[in-house]
């Protein structure tokens, strides 16, 4: 049975800055949330805080309906989210063979015993597609990819509920992102995980999600169904985004949209989280806020909170393209 991910406001600070601002999420069980947003605006540290790594300031974390918010190490409901990071030669031990790792994720399991460790290992490994044989290999004699399957096979001993994947593919070369890529959908819909992938390529997002949220400054601007958010975005951000994306360009829906504008914006500074812009973080950027428009001035006084028709948090959403007219025969 799949689990729900849930936060709720959650906010986390590093000293004086506020690195996710008030963040509210679903990932619903058995489904993948992709999230999106240039670099610093927070989405790695909101991982962190939902992985129990982090202690968010407020707001709260339920799995399943549970409060998971804050848990110490050690307790037995961590092992139910595994963060899986961009770089599986940072997160493996340099001197730990491939099945020690695996079987350090197995420890946090009441349900398996000591000596069925080495023929779970096994299991693990070969379920992402490793030979056994590969139990004694070093990180330094796997490749990039076989090291991030490990880094997965170690995630996944912990039999978690939500897998949080952190730019996973990001340090790969390109021949073998796809066969990760796959590999995530295969075990999501295998052991029914839930997963929040994190990632700056939104092919691989559109790829292996079912839901897209768009975060820009520490807060989420957007959230729609995949299909939805790329070829019809609501949010000037997510539109500047999708522009940024060559291959983009030649999806008729886009000209509808008329986002060619909204690529100059991403030539841009982002918003410094140490002192966000007032109103609308995204305003001075913005397309269609008041540097385009002066008379929209409640971009810069007022905050825009995320609307349940649009799931965009602007006060001048971009318009749904219109369906194709019919012309007959
Ligand atoms: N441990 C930390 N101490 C202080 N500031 C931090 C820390 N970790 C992150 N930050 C700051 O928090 C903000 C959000 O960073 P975060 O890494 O979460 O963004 P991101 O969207 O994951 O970026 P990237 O895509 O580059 O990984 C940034 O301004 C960053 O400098």
């Known amino acids: 049975m799949s689990t729900d991910l849930d936060i709720r406001d959650l906010t986390v600070r590093f000293n004086a800055l506020t690195a996710v601002d008030c963040v509210n999420l679903t990932v619903p069980g058995g489904t993948t949330v992709g999230l999106v947003g240039e670099s610093g605006s927070g989405k790695s540290t909101l991982a962190r805080a939902i992985a129990g790594l982090l202690r968010p300031e407020s707001g709260r974390i339920h799995l399943g309906g549970k409060d998971i918010t804050g848990q110490r190490l050690g307790h037995p409901d961590r092992r139910r989210v595994q963060l899986v990071f961009q770089d599986p030669a940072a997160s493996l031990d340099p001197r730990m063979t491939a099945g020690s790792a695996v079987k350090q994720g197995l420890l946090s399991r009441t349900d398996i015993r000591s000596r069925q460790r080495t023929a779970e290992a096994d299991r693990m490994l070969r379920l992402v597609g490793l030979e056994a044989r590969l139990h004694d290999s ?98 000037p951000y997510t539109a500047s985004l999708l522009e940024a994306v060559p291959t983009i360009e ?80």
């Open 138 to 235: 070093l990180p330094r004699e796997l490749s990039g990819g076989q090291r991030q399957r490990v880094a997965l096979a170690r995630a996944l001993a912990a039999n978690p509920d939500v897998l949080i994947a952190d730019e996973i593919t990001s340090a790969l070369d390109a021949s073998v992102q796809g066969g990760v890529l796959n590999l995530l959908r295969t075990l999501q819909a295998e052991l029914g995980l839930t997963v929040l992938f994190i990632s700056h390529n939104l092919a691989a997002v559109r790829y292996v999600s079912d839901v897209v949220a768009v975060m820009y400054c520490g807060q989420i601007v957007e959230v729609a169904p995949v299909d939805r958010i790329t070829t019809a975005p609501r949010h």
């Open 250 to 329: 030649d999806r008729p829906s886009h000209r509808v949209t008329g986002l060619r504008t909204a690529a100059a914006t991403l030539a841009q500074e982002p918003a410094d989280p140490h002192q966000p812009p007032s109103g609308c973080r995204f305003h001075p950027r913005c397309p269609r806020g008041p540097a385009a428009h002066p008379e929209r001035v409640a971009c810069r006084v007022s905050a825009p909170t995320r609307d349940h028709s649009t799931g965009a948090a602007c006060f001048f959403p971009l318009a749904t393209p219109m369906a194709p007219i019919d012309l007959g025969r």
